[in-house]
Structures are given as C-alpha cells and as structure tokens.
C-alpha cells in the first residue's frame, strides 16, 4: 500500500500555515507581497534541506495564471529541459510558464544556459531551489537575471508549531487522544536542526511507535538518538570556534569546527572560517584569506564526510597564523564615517572626467607623491593604524620610506 509521509500530506496550502521564514512569507513578508502585487520575477531560493522552498514555489504558482511545470534536476536532461521551453509557443503558454526547477545545482552549465532565452523575454519565469551556495553552483548569467532569496534554518519554537498541528492531524485521521510528554514536541524540534521535514518524519515514526503518549524514548528511537541542538548551540559553537582561532588554539578551533559539521553546519562553517581569515588574522598573513577560500571551495565540492579535512586544514591555519585585526577596525571606523555621511564628495582630482590636477605616482621617484586623496571634511582621518607583526611593520617601512605614512597611524615596531 502506498504511503504518503506526513510532510506531505500536511504541505501548507497557504502563506499563512509556513512555519518559520517571516521576512519572506509574514504579514509583509516580500514574496508574499511580490505574489499579492500579481509581478512575478525569476528567482533562486537557497537554504538548508526542510525550509520551505519547494512549499513555496506550489504556492507561488497559484498566484498566477502561468503554466506551472516543475523538474528535479537530479533526474531531468537537457531534452526535458527543452521539451518546457518548447510548450511557450503553444496555446497551453501563452501566459508563459512558470517553471520550477528542485535542486538547480545539478544542472551543468548547457542545461542552465539553455534557459537564458526563455527567461530574458519573459516567456519563462523561473523559480529554482538548490541546498548549495549558488554563486558556486549556477551559472552567473542566471544569477544576475533573478533575484536570490535565503531560506534559513527554522527555529525550534515554530517546527514546534507545526508538530502541534501534526498531532492534531493524526489524532483527527486516526481516531484517536494521543498526547505528547511534556518537553517531547521541543525535543524532536531541536533535533531536526531546522528542518521541517525531518522533525515531521520523526514525529509520524514516534507516534505510530507509541501508546496514548509519546515520550522521550519513543522519539529517540527514530533518530539513533537525539542530539540536543538548537538555534542557540548553533551561534554557541560558532562563537567558539572563532574565538578559538582568535586565541591561537588549534585544538579547540579543530574541535568545534567537527562540532558543527556534525550537526549538518558545512556552509555556515565556511563562511565564518572565510569571515575569520580577515577579521582576525587579516594583514599579518594576508595569505590566509586565500588559502581559507580554497579549502572551503574544496570542502564544498567535496561534500560530507571528506569536507572535514580541508576545513580542518583551513582553522588550523588560522589559529596558528599570526593575528591582526587592523583592517576589520579601519572598515568598522570608516563605515562609521559613511553612515554619518561624511565625505561625500571626492577631491577633484580624483574625479572625472578632467582629473584637474591629478599627480600620476608612477611618475615620481618611489612611485609616489603626496596628494590629497580623502574628501575635504576628512581629510586628516586616519582609519589604517598597522598592526606590530612583521607583514604589516614591513608595510610600514615602506610607506615610512616613500613618504606616505601618516603621523597618526601609529605604527609599532615588532621584531618577533
């Protein structure tokens, strides 16, 4: 007998029953609003397993009077592809087409380019999801017509919403008073890590395993035992492992980092890694920044359970490299600039299309000459300080030695 899980049976039927993604299906949420105004765009939906985006690309659908066709990349081929494409030049199109297309990411780049076409006229709009980073995985061409919309993680409190109307659903399809123990519906929520899906899945196991109350015991049964992490494990074991890398430890950084991959946290683990090798090492191995972005390029395209090395190459690397967070104080301290809106108008030599009185350095001895480069109001501002390591004391002598040293920028001599 065929079974259909309980995802989906209980898939929303409307904005209003997603659990989770506020900013995107809420009140004012801005697709909610894009489908209420009756303007579709091409888009490209990315987020974790569980979130909601193929949820979302149904409902879309039923705003608008296009042919909706979906294919799943993993099993679709370029003849399938073009077979859609070919049904805009028939009466059943003559809207356009709506077409969606689950886990993009597979596609190679014909099949991708193949829709360029299609969706440049409007004889397309494409909806497409994928569980990857698409700047790594889509073709940039389909990037810059569409406009990308991240599906985070949901939390516990609202999966926890959802299995409430779930045991209600199969106590109404069942006939029966089932309850849940106290703390049981938090527990599977917290387990699934932000996946809706999955909660569901343990969920329906849980209750048909358990008498007129599920417990602890029947949840864990279904998960090979419940991991206990939440909304806040995860910014935990973030912090700590960029103040691991911060405080030198390779050993807790290498910990954490498996902590995180463990918990499904591969993407989210890249991107802090890349955020560390600038924040805290930065100027004293710029090196580092390069060396980190391969690694989680390498760590992505390698996938589970082989992305744990590269990334662990990438954090030791940067635990054990010298630190230096003078770049991310000279932006912070410039932004604040920009944001007081300071400094609006470059200097006119700077500005085309004369350059009145532009001195070109290549042309002077040391290939430089003083000339003012910050705006008038900020002109004596000093953002740079360089940083006592032996990077940035080098840059420091070099500037010392041509001239272009500020007196406020303060450097200090480290021969270590």
Do not use: W
Not at 11 to 33: M, T
Not at 58 to 78: E, H, P, Q, V, W
Not at 166 to 194: C, F, H, M, P, Q
């Amino acid at each position: 007998m065929l079974h259909t899980p309980l995802a989906e049976q209980m898939r929303p039927k409307s904005f209003d029953e997603i659990v989770g993604q506020e900013r995107l299906f809420g009140k004012n949420g801005v697709l909610r609003r894009m489908c209420e105004s009756g303007r579709l765009t091409n888009m490209i939906f990315y987020g974790p397993p569980g979130t909601g985006k193929t949820t979302a690309a149904a409902l879309i659908a039923g705003y608008s009077d296009m042919k909706f066709c979906r294919l799943n990349a993993t099993t679709a081929s370029l003849s399938d592809v073009k077979e859609v494409l070919s049904s805009t030049a028939t009466l059943f199109g003559n809207h356009g087409i709506l077409l969606y297309i689950d886990e993009i990411q597979y596609f190679n780049r014909k099949q991708q380019q193949a829709l360029l076409e299609y969706i440049e006229d409007g004889r397309v709009t494409l909806v497409a999801s994928t569980t990857e980073n698409p700047h790594f995985y889509i073709y940039n061409a389909l990037i810059s017509r569409s406009t990308l919309f991240e599906f985070k993680p949901v939390g516990a409190a609202d999966i926890s919403k959802a299995l409430e109307r779930a045991l209600d659903y199969l106590n109404r399809l069942t006939d029966s008073r089932k309850t849940a123990a106290d703390g049981v519906l938090r527990l599977i929520a917290e387990t699934a890590s932000g996946d809706v899906r999955r909660a569901l899945m343990i969920f329906e196991n849980a209750y048909y395993n358990a008498g007129d109350e599920i417990t602890e015991d029947d949840a864990v049964a279904f998960d090979g035992g419940i991991r206990n992490y939440s909304d806040d494990s995860h910014f935990d074991l973030m912090s700590a492992l960029q103040k691991s890398v911060r405080g030198s430890d390779p050993d807790a950084a290498v910990f954490y980092l498996c902590r995180l991959l463990a918990a499904g946290e591969l993407l989210a683990a890249c991107r802090r890694l890349q955020v560390m090798a600038s924040e805290d090492v930065g100027l004293a191995y710029p090196l580092a920044a390069a060396v980190t972005r391969a690694c989680c390029e390498s760590a992505i395209e390698l996938g589970m359970p082989e992305a744990r090395i590269p990334l662990s190459h990438a954090a030791i690397l940067l635990a054990t490299a010298p630190k230096s967070n003078s770049a991310e104080i000279a932006s912070a301290t410039a932004m604040a600039d920009v944001e007081a809106g300071l400094g609006m108008i470059p200097p006119a030599a700077l500005r085309s299309p004369l350059f009145k009185g532009y001195k070109y350095p290549h042309d002077y001895p040391g290939h430089y000459v003083r000339q003012q480069y910050l705006p008038d109001d900020i002109k004596d501002k000093v953002y740079y300080k360089y940083g006592p390591n032996k990077t940035e004391q080098a840059a420091a002598a070099y500037a010392a030695a041509v001239g272009s040293l500020k007196k406020d920028a303060n450097p200090e001599k480290n021969d270590t």
